[in-house]
């Protein structure tokens, strides 16, 4: 067998990663199961079929089968902090990635968390956590690769560790637990994102200087909100969040984005929406987003659904709105999704969120001019938007140059415009006002396992249809 020729390597490669297992991106934040049992993609021991056996033969065969065992990777927090400590990630091996899924998991309540969240910044993991873990092998890839290595281990601790843990002192705890920004969640966000940068900035450019990795990120629904068992862990968390037992943390990079390294080889990037608390701010997308300097496309699905802090609502619009030029010119494909519930009552008046000396609402003048971008083909924008998305006046559309390359224009209104006023009204004539959960705005509607979780009511949902403007 170590007498194949490379080229005849390469098709038993090929053929072996075409009926091998492939990483479901879909389900790539689904990291929990009902008995705090981690279901993260390839974690444990390699399955019988794994590719990583067939790269342990020789040199010759790792060559051939690492592009596939590297195609597509699965990162945990703790695969970042080891890829950068141990090295593994190498310039070649990154140089075959074309698919990266980070989910941005992170520890659990106490007691687990509590090494993590006191230790220090720079340091994390704790060192004490890493001490022990053995060299990675040359021939490890991807996440399945890394046998007998739990890929949660650092978090959650081993299966005997929780065996011991009293149950019932767990759910005492919890009822008292410290919300996430006094956890040290924003602290832990900033040091994932520093060590990813810092890993992805090894690899190499393409000899046609084109980028070809493509990079999802996203925050799993926080494991707490499903210790009741329910069918979706996700349902527990929206309700705890609506009745103001939480409140939502918006997490920031927390320092300039110029201490990051570019990444010339990112093609393409997502920000998935995918838990009720724990959300991107939307100025840090854009300020990650700018160091990526030949991205191609770009795929936003962030929360405006704060509705208790008016004040942060819109601060966090006005700095969205102000951070979007910082997006690279190379920006080909745009995709927006700012999902906000709209109330069922037609009787519900929100006041308006526009400054009292501005004249229109500065995020949609922001993405009217954001669309007129020169290289830009595909524009995208779905969420509570006023009419000067589309321009202020025709005055202004007629000074302007128009969109060059434009081919594909979409926007998507809810019912609601930043300024207060109805772009619909409700079928019936009874609106439902009984039960605010429930009837005044709906009840919770996400699916953990695809990227649009939130609840989407674009253009206007079946409870409304369109009025006059």
Known sequence: MDRLSIEILSLIAAAAASSGPQIDLSTVYDVWTLHDKPKFPGSGKPKENSLASCAAVSRDWQLAFEPFTFHTLVLSPKRIVQAERQGYLTPRRLGCIRYLAVPITFPLPWPWDVPIIFAQVGEWPPPSESDGVEEQKTIEGDESADAPDPAWEDVEGSEENDEDLDNDGYMDVEDDMQPPEERGYDKLFTAIIRSLFRVLKLAPVHENGQPYMDLRLGFPVPREYGWCFA?????????????????????????NQDELPNLPVIASCSFDLVSWSLFFAPESVCRLASKMPRLRKIKMHLSDMEWRNPELRVGLRERFARSLPLLPESVLDFELRYSRRVPRDHSHAPASIVPPDEKHDLLSQALFNFSRRENLLRFSAKGS????????????????NGWPKLETYDVGFLAITPSGQWLAMAFTDNPNTDSFRDERWGPPKVRLSQTMHIVWSAPLGGQHRTCPV
């Not at 996700?234 to 918006?250: D, H, I, M, N, T």
């Not at 938007?385 to 302007?400: H, P, Q, R, W, Y």
């Open 385 to 400: 938007f006023d009419l000067n998305i589309l321009g202020t006046s025709e005055k202004a559309l007629a000074a302007c």
């Open 231 to 255: 069918n979706g862990i996700e349902q527990p968390e929206a309700e705890r969040l609506e009745v103001g037992w939480c409140s939502p943390l918006y997490l920031d990079l927390g320092f």
